[in-house]
């Protein structure tokens, strides 16, 4: 794939945490691409270094993060990582955006949906009755009924389901080249889930705009995404096209993740697979692969050293010594 | 019943909405809503009841009356064969020692100035018993729930969502009660931690003969630990039975958008269409007829108008629709995927009846037999 076809290009991203203990080495050596008009869906369980890397992308990271040297964060051609702070202030909300986890407190309480939706405009010198007429289409755009009226209301007069619908129209607003959805839907029920979901792949159509979902549902990264990376204990240690992750996945944790959900047993039973042991110590790595203490498969070389990608298949690659060694 | 631990019947729990002056000044007759309106069921010994519903169903609301925690204002609880409406405080704590609650989110129940043994030791604190060694109580406790004894000197903050979760449970057991009513168990909780607690529960309830209330909006999770389930929409049951029955029969159109609303985790069964449409009503503006109707794509004329029966579709098997859906004798021949017709239904938000009314009734019954080609 030529350069020119990707959003975002992380390459070799390393973040550390500096804490009274020592260095957390939270991320090492990520590696993801994000293609034009493609949703790629980040998956991992709590600890895995998914909002570290979103964090990464839009230079959020709290003052005692380091990124380490030889990380790059290239989005359409400019280095993030080397940007000055007002480069940075043009690149957030505007070419990336970002819709969060709780809409319940993502929006300001105090403050009218509309005037919130107008703020985001700051940039266009147009006049405020043409800003509220966008404000209202993007909320029609994104099914909220009679927008118009609504754009007086304040984010209590909402429904849950509703909020996060308007955050996404606030996400949208400016037309960004990426979106960043960091687990949309977790404080929503199921069947918001289903129609913020269904949203989503609406609006992906209309607006041709790349988009980095995160998530720790399996169903909904199957359900959205067209690529997936795993992420565990601040690693990638697979990637690839949807079906190829799904159908074959190929290291041991992206096959035991898939084996735990509730969702694809398809008996009902009394005991449910888990994955014994916890996460390691990012403080104190172990020397080889990150998931060996773990990993039902351990043989001789996970201990000794780290795993490198190896690909399974053009799309598709796994941090794996299985993979290389074809067992 | 004698095997039935817990009885509950036409339980009604109603929220002040208005005080009573304001109730006067504004003319509002009725400044009630009711959270919970008339349901019975009854939890056998030992067994699971899985209590499921969206967001403000009052299944929350169900199990704070069960505890006492929010005062009922008709029917009856029965535990193990004395009555709990019309208790008094003092008369409730002492039930309390047999019925505990986990509470949801693990890690904001428990206060972030106790250690771990504090918590879990306040129970006999409580209730004023008089227990010889605390330390041995904590040690036993943590034993029971797999915790390390190390944990003991630890606050809220340094534990994960698993081991926080654990603590509640461990808590919930203190003063060995029969029945626990776990409160959204596995919610926030990562899906191979949440295996971990499910075991642990069922575990549990083997060993010590537990008897689980768990309030829930995931399904996957209770298909796999409940004996039964009730469907809860506005306070009401609209579908019980077992859980068995209610996943391969479902009866009730809310049933069976809940089901296909779970994600797959397979790239190969996405779904084009959308089977809920809108949210759940305000408890204060009850829909007329059938309170279900503003959402249910098979809506019918006489859906708006006649509120529908609670009645049995199967032996064990309660739902309220006046169009149940029928029982498939194949529904086992067919495969999972996309439920064909669901999701026809033109949505225009906020549309008036008519629109859907129509949709709906163009689709027809026939149509309704089809659709279990699609549910699993």
Known sequence: MSQNDLVLDVRDLSVSFRTGRGKVRALRHVDITVPKNKIVGIVGESGCGKSTLINSVLRLLAPNAIIEPGSQVDFLGDDVIKMSNSQLTDLRGQRISMVFQDPMTALNPVISVGTQMTDILYRLKIPMAEKRKRAADMLAQVGIPDAQRRLEDFPHQFSGGMRQRICIAMALM?????????????????????????????????????????????????????????????????????????????????????????????????????????????IDLPPGCIFAPRCPRRYEPCDASPPEPYAVSDQHSARCFLVRDGR | MADNILTVKDLRVRFRTAGLVKALVNRIEDPFIDAVMKVSFSLGRGETFGLVGESGSGKTTLGRAIIGLVRAQEGSINYDGSELIGLGDKQYRSIRRNIAMMFQDPVAS???????????????????????????????????VGLHQGFMGAYPHQLSGGQARR?????????????????????????????????????????????????????????????????????????????????????????????????????????????????????????????????????????????????????GHWASCHFPFPDPADAKAVGPGAMPGMGNVPYAPGAAGEERLAAGAAMGDSMKKDIFRGSR
């Open chain 2, 167 to 315: 603590v509640g449970v461990a808590r919930a057991l203190a003063l060995e009660p029969k029945v626990i009513i776990a409160d959204e168990p596995t919610a926030g909780l990562d899906v191979s931690v949440q295996g971990e607690i499910l075991n642990l529960m069922n575990r549990l309830q083997r060993e010590l003969g537990l008897s689980y209330l768990i309030i829930t909006h995931n399904l996957p999770v209770v298909r796999h630990v409940s004996d039964k389930l009730a469907i809860m929409y506005l306070g009401r049951f609209v579908e019980q039975g077992t859980t068995k029955e209610i996943f391969e029969r479902p009866a009730h159109p809310y049933t069976l958008g809940l089901l296909a609303a779970v994600p797959e985790p397979d790239p190969d069964k996405r779904r084009d269409k959308l089977e809920l449409q809108g949210e759940i009503p305000s408890l204060m503006r009850r829909p007329s007829g059938c309170e279900f109707h503003t959402r249910c794509p098979f809506v019918q004329k006489k859906c708006l108008e006649v509120a529908p029966k609670y009645e049995e579709v199967a032996p």
């Open chain 1, 174 to 282: 400016m037309n960004p080249a990426l979106l960043i959805a960091d687990e949309p839907t977790t404080a929503l029920d199921v069947t918001l889930e289903a129609q913020i979901i269904h949203l989503m792949k609406e609006l992906r159509e209309k607006f041709e705009c790349s988009m980095l979902f995160v998530s720790h549902n399996l169903g909904l990264i199957a359900e959205l995404c067209d690529e997936v990376i795993v992420m565990y204990a601040g690693e990638v240690v697979e990637q690839g096209e949807v079906h190829d992750l799904f159908h074959r996945a190929a290291h041991p944790y992206t096959r035991m993740l898939l084996e735990c959900d509730p969702a694809r047993i398809a008996e009902a039973r009394q005991e449910l697979p888990t994955i014994t042991g916890s996460v390691p110590d990012m």
């Open chain 2, 110 to 144: 428990l206060s972030p100035r106790k250690t771990v043994r504090a918590s879990i030791t306040e129970p006999f604190r409580i209730h004023k018993m008089g227990v010889a060694n605390l330390g041995e109580e904590a040690r036993r406790l943590l034993d029971l």
